[in-house]
């Protein structure tokens, strides 16, 4: 089991520890739940646990449904393979590690909105 995927676990059964959770770690996490299933088993799996980790950590209004599904679905673009290195497909990649990638897409408001933070909302055309 990779570093990846015992973070995974640990955010699984939420005894991931948010101090030890980096923005390359999640990522990573990411990736590896896109490896051992399809996109919305980890949508389902990565909500979940992070809905868990913000709450173990005091602030659950962190968690954000539309910054999951857009930053999963761009890191499913890479299309990840089962038993890729992971590191090596971050690093081929530097695009999914940019934590504002998504402003192209939407702005602030849409992006922080109570809305956004409980459903996947698609950007607005401008």
């Keep these: ?27 990573g996490v990411a ?6 299933g399809d996109f919305y088993e ?3 799996r990565m909500s979940r646990g992070l809905q868990r980790l913000t709450a173990a950590a005091g602030v659950p209004e962190k968690f954000n449904a539309t910054v999951t599904f857009a930053f999963l679905s761009t890191i499913a673009e890479i299309e990840p393979k089962p038993g890729q290195d992971i590191d090596g497909l971050i690093d081929a ?16 408001d849409r992006m922080q909105s109570d809305i956004a933070r409980k459903l996947p909302v698609l950007p607005l055309a401008s």
Excluded: C, W
């Design 1 to 27: 089991m990779n570093v990846y995927e015992t973070k995974l676990a640990a955010l699984d059964d939420g005894t991931l520890d948010p101090a030890s959770f980096s923005h390359r770690d999640h990522v």
């Design 31 to 36: 990736i590896a739940t896109l490896q051992q």
């Design 42 to 44: 980890a949508l389902g």
């Design 93 to 108: 990649h530097p695009e999914i590690l940019r934590p504002k990638a998504l402003q192209a897409l939407y702005s602030q």
